[in-house]
Every structure is written in structure tokens, then in C-alpha cells.
């Protein structure tokens, strides 16, 4: 299973936080999007799941062009609601809420925003639908869900039985039009790769979260 991060959007490159805001891709999105989806269209993908926003769909819309594949879209895919912090710059998330930051950066898993969602939250409904796609896989089959930057790192933890505060702490979140590869192993679920993309990630930005 490929657990693919949309192309970059203006709010990324502006540092603002999107949450469940429906941004579209920027240009630079869109040129990553492309790229992305003509490398992993050479593997056997048989399913294409997306988040139902613009910035996740929009993504899928590119590998399902080169595949002929019809997008599946699913709301559960989206990404974490992060309250009041929707549609603000991180330097004022920064200054007006730094003990809800703080608790991040020790690892907590505090409600976003005040009104949002925990990253708990995000984990019980991505991985009902990780669930539920997998008796629809054959042997050998492909399948690549196009979501956003927690909710990808949410399900891929979950999946490996990390918990929220060990993904937090040791995983990279990853870049736009990334993604990560899980596969299953007699013994369960595993990660095999992590950040995959083409060409240089480009300049760092702010997380969906």
C-alpha cells in the first residue's frame, strides 16, 4: 500500500495551516503531482483511493489519468481538524497558542486548535478504511491512498503499531507529493520505505496538521 501526501498548495509554501480548509494545488503542486503519478503508475496499482479534498483529489486525479483507474473518495481520508488554528499562519499559531504547541513538542497528542481533533481521532477513521480496502486487494496488488501530511503519518504509525507520540517523535513529516510504502509480511504490516518522492523535496513547509 502507498500512502501518498497531496502537492504542495499556496497555504504550504505560505506557512499556514490548512487543516480541513479546501485548498487547491499551486502550480508547483500540480508539476509535483504529475511527476509523482508518472512514477508510481509503473507499479501494479489496482485501487486509488483519495481524501475528498481538493488538494488530496486533485493529486489522485493525476495517477488515474495514467492508469484509467476511477478515484475512490472518502471523507475519513482528511485531514486533521485543527480548529481555530484553520487559515493561520504558524507564527501566529506560535504567539497566541504556545502551550498547545509546547504539549506538541513534548510529544502530546493535545485537541488542535481548541476545537479540532487529536491525532487519536484521525487514526480510528483512516484505519477504517485501510480495513475495509483490504479484502479488495488481490496477491500482488497495488493499492495508493492520496491524503494529507498527519493523516498519512496517523495511518502509516497505526498500521506498524507505533503509537502518535513515537511517529511525532522519530518521523519526518512527509514532503509534498511523498509518500510511504507499507507491505505486508506474514508476520504483519511493514514499513518499507518512507519519504519517497522525485526529485529534491523543495523548500520545508508546514504540515496539514
Given at each position: 500500500?502507498?500512502?501518498?501526501?497531496?502537492g504542495?498548495?499556496?497555504h504550504n509554501?505560505?506557512?499556514?495551516?490548512?487543516?480541513?480548509?479546501?485548498?487547491h494545488?499551486?502550480a508547483?503542486?500540480?508539476?509535483?503531482?504529475a511527476?509523482?503519478?508518472?512514477?508510481?503508475?509503473?507499479?501494479p496499482v489496482?485501487?486509488l483511493?483519495?481524501?475528498?479534498?481538493?488538494r488530496?483529489a486533485?493529486?489522485?486525479?493525476?495517477?488515474?489519468?495514467?492508469?484509467?483507474?476511477?478515484?475512490?473518495?472518502?471523507?475519513r481520508l482528511?485531514?486533521?481538524?485543527v480548529?481555530?488554528?484553520q487559515g493561520?499562519?504558524?507564527t501566529?499559531?506560535?504567539?497566541?497558542?504556545?502551550?498547545?504547541?509546547?504539549?506538541?513538542?513534548?510529544?502530546?497528542?493535545?485537541v488542535?486548535?481548541?476545537?479540532?481533533?487529536?491525532?487519536?481521532?484521525?487514526?480510528?477513521?483512516?484505519?477504517?478504511v485501510?480495513?475495509?480496502?483490504?479484502p479488495?486487494?488481490?496477491?500482488?496488488?497495488?493499492?495508493v491512498v492520496?491524503?494529507h501530511?498527519?493523516?498519512s503519518?496517523?495511518?502509516?504509525?497505526?498500521?506498524?503499531?507505533?503509537s502518535?507520540?513515537?511517529?511525532?517523535?522519530s518521523?519526518?513529516?512527509?514532503h509534498?507529493?511523498?509518500?510511504?510504502?507499507?507491505?505486508?509480511?506474514?508476520?504483519?504490516w511493514?514499513l518499507?520505505?518512507?519519504?519517497?518522492?522525485?526529485?529534491?523535496?523543495?523548500?520545508?513547509?508546514?504540515?496539514?496538521?
Amino acid at each position: 500500500m502507498v500512502v501518498w501526501r497531496h502537492g504542495e498548495t499556496e497555504h504550504n509554501a505560505g506557512g499556514i495551516y490548512q487543516g480541513q480548509l479546501d485548498s487547491h494545488l499551486s502550480a508547483r503542486g500540480r508539476r509535483q503531482a504529475a511527476a509523482a503519478a508518472a512514477r508510481l503508475a509503473e507499479r501494479p496499482v489496482a485501487r486509488l483511493l483519495s481524501s475528498d479534498l481538493s488538494r488530496a483529489a486533485d493529486t489522485a486525479d493525476e495517477l488515474a489519468a495514467l492508469t484509467g483507474l476511477p478515484v475512490e473518495h472518502d471523507a475519513r481520508l482528511r485531514e486533521i481538524h485543527v480548529g481555530r488554528w484553520q487559515g493561520l499562519a504558524h507564527t501566529e499559531v506560535l504567539a497566541r497558542f504556545p502551550q498547545a504547541l509546547a504539549a506538541l513538542d513534548r510529544g502530546e497528542d493535545p485537541v488542535r486548535g481548541e476545537t479540532g481533533e487529536r491525532v487519536a481521532d484521525v487514526q480510528v477513521r483512516v484505519r477504517a478504511v485501510f480495513e475495509e480496502l483490504l479484502p479488495r486487494l488481490g496477491p500482488g496488488e497495488t493499492a495508493v491512498v492520496a491524503t494529507h501530511g498527519m493523516a498519512s503519518r496517523a495511518l502509516v504509525a497505526d498500521v506498524v503499531g507505533l503509537s502518535a507520540r513515537q511517529a511525532w517523535l522519530s518521523l519526518v513529516g512527509l514532503h509534498n507529493c511523498h509518500w510511504a510504502e507499507l507491505v505486508e509480511h506474514r508476520t504483519g504490516w511493514r514499513l518499507e520505505s518512507w519519504n519517497v518522492g522525485v526529485g529534491p523535496p523543495g523548500p520545508a513547509s508546514v504540515s496539514d496538521r
